[in-house]
């Protein structure tokens, strides 16, 4: 937990608070409406008759986002703060969001107990015959958003002292049970929480809740696996929730990611009745999560959508960042759509039942994240590199507590590339190092699964790069050592003529010329459109390719 967030209507105390809070918890303290006061120099009120509600709301907004990049501090919110979208993305992530509520009664008394200590501040509430009358619609108005909160807090008829105690256990509470998201993605597309934690899907209920506190009915998407071990016990905690809850199970594996599969998805949809205040669930590994999502995407024009990934490789890669889509005979993710999943869940206790195969598998798209580190978010270090390399000979074999601080890592590095390039215009390629042979080896027979076939490109990424003048040895066999760890294959045993059929099909070809992500320093890679076609054939027979 890195903030505490205080939301709730004007008059329910948040301002005398936040100091209180700040002082028992040891953090430092802001109040967004008295640092909006000190830029125009005059109070709220002035603001608003002067400037308009919109420059006040720009510059709220700015406050909110100045506030929210400071650690270790209680921020006091004004009373609209939650009205945009864009404060919601900056509150959320690393902050435990409390909501003070009080009666209309106590409000207006508050209220015009303020304005008596100070004639000048004549609060906009107050102005008019009936301010009870106007409090009461302007709650109606807002409650489905202060109802987004992670706690609710009642501050009618208790002291300072009983409200401050109150709010602090419920913090601690929150940040004990890993409550408090990862980090969140605002894109034009919309505002994507993901939380990760070791057991956080028993949790998945209440965090859907929060997010549509009037939502009613909840359509589960997962596969045959994922059934048997995790779809009744998340049905019957949605159900506790209060959702009429639907299952539909598709056959595991990538034969389900078609555009058949889709059409029956839809067709299920459909008859039943979805409207567009569902919420569809995929629960499953990377084949659910992109073939719901993209179900989601084109159902209705857009329904909400909500990712619990029960693979490593959809945790830390497929389920963040909005890709979606389906496969086609003449290549894997050819048609699909970029499509927000408001809110994402990644507990890695749900790994217990995952096949070791699969388990190992996904480490390739982790390990890919510590070679693209520096480039991608711009750190000074390869600081995800070398904590891998510090876990060990297998990390496969490392606690889902410890793991959950893994995938943490790469949701941050992920969300952090998406944010700059959501749709893939430049910037986003750097994902797919290790993808371009990667994928055409995956779909060369789909002998190999997505992990294996990218820890594949990534070790002929290397040699390319090496072969090229563009890194030394000692990167490859860095990289290496860590997919050797994992258990990645060493060899690709194939057919090289389709492979390179295959890579002429590649979604990322430009004027049909290959898109290249290539190593070239721990953490840093480059993108390259002009490597020759004999370099690519001598690398991919080094790693086997017949």
């Known amino acids: 937990m890195k903030r505490v967030i205080l939301i709730g209507l004007s008059g329910t105390g948040k301002s005398s608070l936040a100091p209180l809070v700040a002082r028992e918890i040891g953090y430092s303290w802001v109040d967004t409406d008295q640092e909006i006061t000190q830029r125009f120099n005059m109070p709220i009120p002035d603001v608003f008759r002067e400037f308009g509600e919109s420059t006040f709301r720009s510059v709220e907004r700015d406050v909110i986002k100045s506030a929210c990049l400071r650690d270790e501090v209680v921020v006091a919110t004004g009373g609209g ?204 590994g990377g084949v659910v999560g992109d073939l719901a999502g993209f179900a989601a995407s084109i159902v209705l024009r857009g329904i909400n959508l909500v990712q619990i990934p029960t693979s490593l490789l959809a945790m830390v890669d497929s389920s963040v960042g909005g890709k979606t889509g389906v496969n086609h005979e003449l290549g894997k993710n050819l048609i699909g759509a970029f499509y927000q999943p408001q809110l994402v869940i990644a507990d890695t206790k749900l790994l217990e039942t995952l096949p070791q195969r699969e388990l190992c598998a996904g480490w390739a798209e982790v390990i890919k994240h510590g070679m693209i580190e520096r480039s991608a978010t711009g750190a000074p270090s390869a600081g995800l590199l070398e904590a891998l390399e510090g876990l060990g000979g297998n990390p496969c074999r ?121 190593p070239v320093a721990p953490g840093s890679v480059t993108v390259r459109q002009d490597v020759p076609i004999d370099a690519v054939v001598k690398v991919a027979r080094a790693i086997g390719a017949e």
Not at 110 to 131: F, I, M, T, Y
């Open 81 to 284: 703060a939650v009205l945009d979208e864009a404060n919601w993305a900056c509150m959320r992530p690393g902050a435990v969001i409390i909501h003070l509520r009080a009666s209309t009664e106590e409000i207006v008394s508050r209220l015009q107990s303020a304005e008596q200590g100070d004639p000048e501040d004549v609060r906009p509430l107050l102005q008019g015959d009936d301010p009870e009358q106007r409090l009461t619609e302007l709650w109606s108005r807002r409650k489905p958003l202060y109802d987004r909160a992670d706690i609710e807090i009642e501050t009618d008829r208790k002291t300072p002292d009983q409200i401050v105690r109150e709010i602090v256990r419920s913090v601690r509470r929150v940040s004990e049970t890993g409550l408090v998201p990862v980090t969140s993605i605002d894109v034009p597309a919309g505002r994507s929480d993901i939380y990760a934690g070791a057991g956080i899907s028993k949790f998945a209920a209440q965090l859907i809740r929060s997010r549509w506190p009037e939502a009613q009915r909840i359509w589960l998407v997962t596969d045959t696996n994922i059934q048997q071990h995790w779809a009744s016990p998340m049905r019957r905690q949605l159900q506790d929730e209060g959702f009429t809850t639907e299952v539909y199970a598709v056959d595991s594996g990538e034969v389900s990611k078609s555009l058949k599969s889709v059409e029956e998805l839809l067709d299920w949809m459909i008859r039943g009745r979805v409207n567009r205040r569902d919420i569809l669930v995929a629960l499953g």
């Open 398 to 518: 490392i606690s889902a507590e410890t793991l959950a601080d893994v995938v943490a890592w790469n949701i941050n590095i992920k969300a952090e590339v998406v944010r700059q390039d959501e749709r893939e215009s430049g910037h986003r390629w750097l994902l797919n190092l290790g993808h371009t042979m990667g994928h055409a080896m995956e779909a060369a027979e789909y002998r190999y699964i997505h992990g294996e076939a990218v820890g594949l490109g990534l070790r002929a990424a290397a040699r390319l790069s090496k072969h090229l003048g563009m890194c030394d040895q000692d990167l490859v066999d860095r990289q290496d050592h860590l997919l050797d760890g994992a258990g990645i294959p060493q060899k690709f045993d194939g057919d090289l003529d389709v492979v390179l059929e295959r890579m002429a099909r590649d979604k990322k070809a430009i004027h049909n010329r290959l898109t290249w992500i290539l």
